[in-house]
């Protein structure tokens, strides 16, 4: 498999992943002033953001392979505790890279509509 599709497929399966670690970081109290989202078809996204979109979607897959096998055959109350290891993982993997989880998440919902925006991003992942 290449790693555009790859890639693309990560940023299918990580919108649904980073929902529940959106919720959880707008309901952390914030330290800044709020930064604004893009719109769903926004392609004027800065390119400092696309690299950081781009590094933080190379952690994020990583971890969120990492914990897929982990979580695979455990029992329900372990997989809960993983998927709750996994959101925080993937929420410090965005904001190390200095994005909000719903920074990133419009960023990559962003890139699904729009093809000039997932170029760029597959463009740094190589």
């Known amino acids: ?23 959880q970081d707008r309901s952390a109290p914030s330290d800044g002033p709020s930064i604004q989202a893009p719109s769903t ?9 696309l690299d950081a979109v781009a590094a933080a979607l190379k952690i994020v897959t990583s971890v969120t392979n990492d914990y897929e096998q982990r979580i695979t055959g455990r029992p329900e109350e ?5 998927l709750t290891e996994a959101t925080q993982a993937v929420s410090k993997a965005v904001t190390d890279n200095g994005l909000s989880v719903a920074e990133y998440t419009a960023i990559l919902k ?3 509509n729009n093809p000039a925006v997932r170029d760029k991003i597959l463009q740094r992942l190589k």
């Open 110 to 112: 962003v890139a699904q």
């Open 41 to 49: 078809t926004d392609s004027n996204i800065p390119e400092a953001k």
């Open 1 to 23: 498999m290449s790693l555009s599709l790859v890639a693309v497929t990560c940023f299918v399966g990580l919108l649904s992943f980073t929902a529940a670690a959106s919720a």
């Open 78 to 82: 372990e997989k809960r505790h993983l």
